[in-house]
C-alpha cells in the first residue's frame, strides 16, 4: 500500500501540473514559450522564483550539511542579498533596455560573435551538467522508494520524469513555467514546515525549544572565524554575492523568467522581494537540518555516512506515512521546479544563440512553431542520455566533481559580462574563447592545489571570484586599445 500511494500522489501532483499547462497553454504561441508575452505579474513571478532558487539538491543538502557545517551556510544566503541589489540595478536595466530574450545576446551586441557563442556555450554546459545532476538526485530517491519495488529499469524511470516535464512545457513554455512554479513553491515550503512541526511534536517540544535545543547543540552556529577555511565568514558572504550574481543575473533560466514581467520596475520589484524571501527560507532549512539530526540522536537513529541520506532515510523509514508523503510532494516540487526551467531556458538558448533566431526571422509561425517543439524535445533528449550517464558512473564523488567543474563555467560569464558592462574597451573577439577555457582551467588547478601552495587555505565558493578574475585579467589582455565605445 506505502508504494501504491507514491505512485498515487506522483500521478496526482503530475496532473496538477498539467492542468495549469493547459489553463496556462490556450492561445500560447512563440512568444508566450520564450517571453510570456511580458505579461506576468510580478508578485506571482517573485514567489515562484522561491521554488526555482531551491532544486532538489537543496531540499536534500542543506539539511545534511548542518550536522558538519551548522548554519555557516547562512552567510552565503546574505550575501545573496547584495547579489540581487546588483541584477536589480545593474544587469536588469540593461537587459530590459535592449529588450532581450537570450541575455546571451548581449555579449554579441557588445563585442561580436565570437564572444556570444561562447557565452552561451558555457551557460548551454553547464546547465545541461547542473539540470541533470539535480534530476539525478531526485530521480534516485524516486527509483529506491518508488520503481525498485516494482522492478522498473533507472532509465525507464528517468524517461518518464523528463517525459512528464517535456509534455506540460512544451507548448507554452515559460508563461506555463511562471504559474507551476507558484503552485511548487508552495508544496515545497508546505512539506518544509510541516516536517518541522511533527519533528518537534515527536520531541514533545515546541517550535521555540527546538530551538534552543538546536542552539545548545551547537548547530545554530553562523560564523566560522578560521580565514583557512572553506566555510571562513567572510569568503561566504563574498561567494554568496557573486554566486548570485552568475547563477541568477548571468543564468539564462533565471532570467527568462525575470524577464517576463510587464516592465523593468516590476521586474526590480521581483528580484527584491526574492532576494529578502530567500532569507528565511533558507534559515527553515537550516533549522530543518538540526531538527533532523536532533531527532536522529534522540531516537538512536545511526545517522548514514552521506549527509544527502539524512532527510530521506528519517522521512520515509522513521517519521511515519503521512510525512513521508509531504517529503516526497516537496521533493518532486522541488525538482519539477528546477527541471522545468532548465529545460525551457536550455530550449531557448538553443535556439536563439546557437540555431540563430535572426536566420529564423524568415519562417512563418507555424515552422518556427515546429522548429520551436524539435528543439525542446532534443534538449529533453539530451538531458534523459546525461542523467543515465550519471547512473552508469556510479560514483558520487565523480559526479560531484562533474558538478564543481560545471560551476566553473560561470567564472568566464562574470568576467565576460563585467567587462563588458565596467568597461568601454572592444576585444580581439577570435581571442575570447582561448581566455574563456583558460581561465576556468587555472581555477581548477589552483583550488586543487591550494592546500600545498598557500599555507592550508582551502577554497570554497569564492573560487568563482578568482575565475571571474583571470577572466577579466584576459579580456584586458587582449582588448582592443584604438577601438572603444
Same mark, same amino acid.
Request: glycine share 6%.
Given at each position: ?29 512563440? +512568444? ?75 555579449? +554579441? ?16 554546459? $553547464? ?49 506555463? @513555467? ?12 508546505? $512539506? ?114 552521506? $549527509? ?23 521533493? @518532486? ?9 532548465? @529545460? ?16 529564423? +526571422? ?124
Amino acid at each position: 500500500m506505502f508504494h501504491h500511494l507514491f505512485v498515487a500522489v506522483f500521478i496526482l501532483y503530475t496532473l496538477s501540473l498539467f492542468a495549469v499547462a493547459w489553463i496556462t497553454s490556450r492561445k500560447a504561441n512563440n +512568444e508566450s514559450y520564450f517571453t510570456g508575452n511580458r505579461k506576468s505579474p510580478w508578485p506571482v513571478v517573485a514567489y515562484g522564483m522561491i521554488g526555482a532558487s531551491l532544486s532538489g539538491v537543496t531540499f536534500i543538502s542543506i539539511p545534511g550539511w548542518v550536522g558538519s557545517t551548522q548554519f555557516t551556510y547562512l552567510m552565503v544566503v546574505l550575501g545573496y542579498l547584495v547579489g540581487y541589489l546588483v541584477i536589480t540595478y545593474v544587469l536588469l536595466p540593461i537587459y530590459y533596455k535592449l529588450k532581450l530574450v537570450s541575455i546571451y545576446t548581449y555579449l +554579441e551586441q557588445r563585442f561580436g560573435y565570437y564572444s556570444y557563442k561562447t557565452g552561451a556555450s558555457f551557460f548551454l554546459l $553547464s546547465r545541461t551538467i547542473g539540470a541533470s545532476f539535480r534530476m539525478f538526485l531526485v530521480i534516485n530517491v524516486l527509483q529506491l522508494f518508488i520503481f525498485d519495488h516494482w522492478n522498473i529499469p533507472f532509465f525507464v524511470n528517468t524517461l518518464i520524469f523528463v517525459v512528464l516535464i517535456t509534455l506540460y512545457t512544451f507548448k507554452a513554455g515559460i508563461k506555463t @513555467i511562471v504559474w507551476t512554479d507558484l503552485l511548487q513553491t508552495t508544496f515545497m515550503l508546505l $512539506s518544509l514546515v510541516i516536517t518541522l512541526v511533527v519533528i518537534s511534536g515527536d520531541l514533545q517540544l515546541n517550535l521555540l525549544q527546538l530551538w534552543q535545543k538546536a542552539s545548545n547543540a551547537g548547530y545554530t552556529r553562523v560564523f566560522d572565524f578560521d580565514w583557512r577555511s572553506d566555510r571562513f565568514y567572510l569568503k561566504q558572504f563574498f561567494s554568496g554575492i557573486f554566486i548570485t550574481i552568475v547563477m541568477t543575473g548571468l543564468d539564462q533560466d533565471m532570467m527568462q523568467k525575470n524577464l517576463t514581467c510587464r516592465n523593468l520596475k516590476d521586474a526590480q520589484k521581483n528580484m527584491l522581494t526574492l532576494g529578502v524571501s530567500l532569507i528565511p527560507v533558507n534559515l527553515l532549512f537550516l533549522f530543518l537540518g538540526a531538527a533532523l539530526y536532533l531527532y536522529a540522536h534522540n531516537f538512536g537513529i545511526a545517522i548514514p555516512t552521506l $549527509s544527502d541520506d539524512l532527510f530521506p532515510l528519517l522521512a520515509m523509514n522513521h517519521l511515519g506515512p503521512v510525512l513521508a508523503v509531504v517529503f516526497l510532494i516537496g521533493l @518532486i516540487a522541488a525538482a519539477y521546479s528546477s527541471a522545468d526551467g532548465a @529545460i525551457t531556458a536550455l530550449t531557448t538558448s538553443f535556439i536563439y544563440d546557437i540555431l540563430g533566431r535572426k536566420n529564423q +526571422e524568415g519562417l512563418d509561425q507555424k515552422k518556427q512553431q515546429h522548429l520551436r517543439y524539435r528543439s525542446h524535445f532534443f534538449i529533453s533528449t539530451i538531458i534523459v542520455l546525461v542523467i543515465v550517464v550519471f547512473r552508469e558512473i556510479n560514483d558520487q564523488a565523480v559526479i560531484a566533481r562533474l558538478f564543481t567543474i560545471a560551476g566553473y563555467t560561470y567564472g568566464p560569464l562574470l568576467g565576460l559580462f563585467s567587462f563588458g558592462i565596467f568597461t568601454k574597451n572592444q576585444l580581439n573577439d577570435k581571442f575570447v574563447p582561448l581566455v574563456a577555457i583558460s581561465a576556468p582551467l587555472l581555477s581548477y588547478v589552483l583550488s586543487t592545489n591550494a592546500d600545498r601552495w598557500l599555507n592550508g587555505y582551502k577554497f570554497g565558493f569564492e573560487i568563482l571570484i578568482v575565475n571571474g578574475l583571470l577572466t577579466l585579467i584576459g579580456l584586458f589582455l587582449i582588448r582592443n586599445k584604438n577601438n572603444n565605445l
